[in-house]
């Protein structure tokens, strides 16, 4: 397990359940699911682009600790309990993600702590240069 580290940071929301924020394994962080709450795990009111912000803002401080940034990420998986707030989620997404990485947007039923959106990432560890 050596070539496997968990990490955490003050910085995000703790984890809601058993599992870290991410891992590192190799060259890939494993970003565990992000829900709109703030580093003490207060749920953020507000918007839906407030919250997916707040999903962003949580990624970037969790990969900042992993050694890496969000222009590194190369796979996003975003979970909406309505797909009425596609658009809403997209606007601000695509400021956080402009390098436009891989993505998986799925409506479900229902997400942790009744939040409406949820993200997950892949990021590479090492320099990407100007592949993207």
Not at 77 to 103: C, I, Q, S, W
Not at 104 to 109: I, L, Q, R
Request: hydrophobic share 40%; net charge neutral; charged share 20%.
């Amino acid at each position: 397990m050596s070539d496997i580290k968990k990490v955490f940071t003050a910085e995000a929301c703790p984890p809601a359940g058993p599992y870290t924020q991410a891992i590192i394994a190799g060259p890939q962080i494993y970003v565990s699911g992000q829900i709109p709450a703030d580093k003490q795990g207060n749920l953020v009111e507000g918007s839906i682009a407030d919250k997916t912000a707040a999903c962003c803002d949580n990624i970037i401080a969790i990969l900042k600790e992993a050694g890496s940034d969000i222009t590194r990420v190369v796979k996003v998986n975003v979970f909406l309990d309505d797909m009425a707030n596609f658009g809403e989620m997209n606007g601000v997404y695509e400021k956080y993600f402009a390098h436009k990485p891989a993505r998986s947007c799925v409506a479900v039923k229902q997400l942790p702590k009744g939040v409406p959106v949820e993200i997950e990432c892949i990021a590479f560890a090492g320099k990407l240069g100007s592949r993207l």
